[in-house]
């Protein structure tokens, strides 16, 4: 193919996506704590602090419509209990849709609490907890959101973890239509965030640091034609993907709204039919 028809093919794929690479100054604004958290290495790194007087977060310089967007953290170590790092995405008002991955704090030798939600028009209580595989305080790992018109997929170093469904059909609202920012934030949440708030945070250990790095994302805008994305239309899951998604459910989760009969004794919602499987 001659060059310029391949120049133009990439010009009109970049004009339809934004594309976003490991470049914190770029693609992030600092918005609270201060000195607490820094942008490090270039740019290359992001470093969140609590200590006794505040947290600190950031957020996106843009709104996205749908993406695939990557992040490694690197979590608190230690005795981290009553801390919570926050990577989400949201939008606005009183209406506000997002998607949550929650990582809760715990006491030196006990398993950090991998929480994840999802809020569509306000609406969320819908969670879903699991233990990792992995100590996520030895170094960094992927964390990963994938969302489409039709699912959001929370993986963690490339395995699934969880699908949440698009259920309009069945007249549950899902975060399609709200652009939202990632945000970020490394917080003071001992009044529940451990053994339910049993276990408060021990100031002594102070500070306590979350880093970031290798920032990557595929992403649309309101005004952006995302079909280009191979991603963008994908409705299930790969094979091998449903297997791995299958194995963490198995193994690793320690709590799903779909199946809290105490919570729901009327019955469970009916979105559940489609969350507990591909």
Known sequence: MDLLPCFLLLSLALSFSHLASAN????FDITWGNDRAKILDNGQRLQL????SSGSGFQSKNEYLF?????????VPGNSAGTVTAYYLSSQGDKHDEIDFEFLGNLSGDPYIMHTNVF????????QQFYLWFDPTADFHTYSLLWNPHQIMFSVD???VRVFKNSE????AYPKN???????SLWNADDWATRGGAVKIDWSKSPFVASYGNFKAETCSASSDCSVNSWYG????ELSEQEKLEWVRKNYMIYNYCTDSKRFPQGFPAECTRQTSN
């Open 24 to 27: 914190f100054f770029n693609d």
């Open 158 to 160: 490339g395995t699934p």
């Open 67 to 75: 993406g695939k967007i990557d992040m490694q953290i690197k979590l």
């Open 49 to 52: 602090t609590l200590d006794q």
């Open 169 to 172: 059909d069945l007249g549950f």
């Open 120 to 127: 569509s028009q306000g609406k969320g209580s819908r969670e």
């Open 178 to 184: 709200q652009a939202m920012r990632i945000y970020s």
């Open 234 to 237: 994908a409705q299930a899951l």
